[in-house]
């Protein structure tokens, strides 16, 4: 459970790092929201580290993660509720997550 919960934490870290400085480039948002998002991909790159894993794996693990939590994002943020398609997209990729991040050790 610790597992998901950072990786969840470290997919969100990055989604508000790269949704900040997108929003002062195509909806005329203020600089200033350069700085938290400046932090957040900080943020996101020390969670990284925390994980037991070797790198590598805990990257390949993250990018399902990263992939549910922008379609929750996709869907709260953007008020774009997800295909069928999408959450078969996310069932695959969380069900990848799973193999790479739980194997026996």
């Known amino acids: 459970m610790k ?3 950072l ?3 470290t997919a969100l870290a990055e989604i508000v790092g790269c949704y900040l400085p997108y929003l002062w480039l195509k909806q005329d948002r203020s600089a200033w929201l350069l ?3 400046a932090a957040s991909l ?9 994980h ?3 790198s590598g794996r805990v990257y390949a693990a993250y990018g399902g993660v990263y992939i549910a939590v922008a379609m929750l994002w996709l869907w709260a943020v953007d008020g774009v509720r997800p ?12 069900a990848g997550m799973a193999l790479i991040a739980f194997q026996p050790r």
């Open 7 to 9: 990786y969840l934490c």
């Open 52 to 54: 037991e894993a070797a």
């Open 3 to 5: 597992t998901v919960f």
């Open 42 to 50: 900080a943020l996101f790159a020390w969670l990284l580290t925390l």
């Open 83 to 94: 295909s069928g398609w999408d959450c078969a997209g996310v069932a695959v990729a969380l």
């Open 35 to 37: 700085l938290p998002a």
